[in-house]
C-alpha cells in the first residue's frame, strides 16, 4: 500500500481503490481488520477546509474544535462533546464522520450478511440489542454518528468537489440492487458544511457508558422560528429525520427497550427548545 500526500486539492486524484485519509481514526481500523481493502491512501487532512468561519464548517475541523467552538448551533457542539473519547476527538474530523461505517458486530467481523453482499441480516436473527427500530427490514443497523443527527435536524447543507446537498441527501438506505449506504460516489470528497443558525437547539444522548460509547440512542431537536425539526442517531441504518411518531417505529425483539428512550428523549428535547 502506498500513501500519497499531493501538494493541492487540484493535484488530487481519487477512485475506488484510492481513498482518502483525514484523521484515520475509522478508516485505519477498518484497512487493519480488512474490511476494505485500497490500493493507495491519499492524505487530504492538510487539503480540507477547517475551521469554522460563520456558518461554514471545513471537512477537516476535528470533533473536539466543534466541542470548544461557541460560534456553531447547541445540538452540534453537544453531538461533538458526547462522542467517541478525547483523543478519538482530537484526531477524527467532521468529514470522516460523516462517513462513517456501521458499529453492527456481524458486519465489523465480516459475517456476509446484506451490507456485505449476503442475502442475510445475522442481527435480525441472532444479537440485535444496539439495533435499528426504524427501516430495520433489509439491515437492521443503527447509524452511529451523533453528529450526523445533529446537523440533519439542523438543516445542514454539504459541499463537495461536485455538488452541494443537505446532510440528509448524503444518506440512502440499503436495499436488494444497491448495498450503499451513502450516495457519495467514488472518489468525491466533502469539503466544507454550512450549518445555518437555529432560534434553538438540543443534542441528548442515552448510551451504555456516562462517556465514550455510541449512541443507543440520540436525538437532536432545533427550532427555527416555529418549525421544529427532530433526528435521531443509532435508531435507523441512516441519520433518522423524524416524520411522524417514535410510536411509528418498527422494533426487533431485542431493541423494544429503544422506542420507549427515544419517546423519553423526543419530549425533553421539544421541550427544551420549545
Ligand atoms: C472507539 C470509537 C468510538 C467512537 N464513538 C463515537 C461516538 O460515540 N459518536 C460518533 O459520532 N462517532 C464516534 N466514533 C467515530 C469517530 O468520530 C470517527 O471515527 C471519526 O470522526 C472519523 O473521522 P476521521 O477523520 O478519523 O476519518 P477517517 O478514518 O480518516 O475516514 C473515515 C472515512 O471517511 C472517508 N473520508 C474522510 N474524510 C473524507 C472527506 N472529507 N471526503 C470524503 N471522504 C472522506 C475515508 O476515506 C474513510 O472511508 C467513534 C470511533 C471510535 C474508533
Ligand atoms: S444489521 Fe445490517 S450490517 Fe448488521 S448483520 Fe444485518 S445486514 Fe449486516
Excluded at 447547541?74 to 462517513?99: D, I, K, W, Y
Aim: a negative charge.
Amino acid at each position: 500500500m502506498e500513501l500519497l500526500r499531493p501538494s493541492s486539492l487540484d493535484a488530487l486524484e481519487l477512485a475506488s481503490d484510492k481513498l482518502p485519509l483525514a484523521g484515520g481514526t475509522e478508516l485505519v481500523p477498518q484497512l487493519r481488520d480488512g474490511l476494505i481493502e485500497a490500493r493507495t491512501l491519499v492524505d487530504v487532512l492538510d487539503l480540507l477546509p477547517r475551521g469554522i468561519d460563520g456558518t461554514r464548517i471545513g471537512a477537516a475541523t476535528t470533533l473536539a474544535e466543534l466541542e470548544a467552538s461557541d460560534g456553531i448551533p447547541a445540538a452540534l457542539r453537544e453531538a461533538a462533546r458526547l462522542a467517541a473519547s478525547p483523543q478519538l476527538r482530537g484526531m477524527g474530523t467532521v468529514g470522516g464522520n460523516l462517513l462513517q461505517s456501521t458499529r453492527c458486530w456481524y458486519w465489523r467481523l465480516k459475517f456476509p450478511c446484506r451490507l456485505h453482499g449476503g442475502d442475510r441480516c445475522h442481527a435480525a436473527e441472532g444479537e440485535h440489542r444496539e439495533h435499528a427500530i426504524f427501516a430495520n427490514d433489509f439491515c437492521a443497523s443503527a447509524h452511529p454518528s451523533d453528529i450526523a443527527a445533529a446537523l440533519v435536524a439542523l438543516g445542514a447543507t454539504l459541499r463537495t468537489d461536485r455538488r452541494e446537498l443537505p446532510v440528509a441527501g448524503l444518506y440512502r438506505l440499503p436495499t436488494e440492487d444497491d448495498r450503499r449506504t451513502t450516495t457519495l460516489d467514488p472518489g468525491e470528497l466533502i469539503l466544507e458544511l454550512d450549518v445555518p443558525e437555529a432560534d434553538a437547539s438540543v443534542y441528548l444522548k442515552a448510551m451504555d457508558r456516562k462517556r465514550w460509547a455510541f449512541p443507543i440512542v440520540g436525538v437532536a431537536a432545533a427550532r427555527h422560528g416555529d418549525r421544529k425539526t427532530v433526528a435521531l442517531a443509532g435508531v435507523a441504518p441512516i441519520p433518522w429525520l423524524l416524520d411522524g411518531s417514535v410510536d411509528d417505529a418498527t422494533p426487533l425483539p431485542g431493541t423494544a427497550y429503544k422506542v420507549e428512550i427515544a419517546g423519553a428523549l423526543v419530549r425533553r428535547a421539544l421541550a427544551a427548545v420549545a
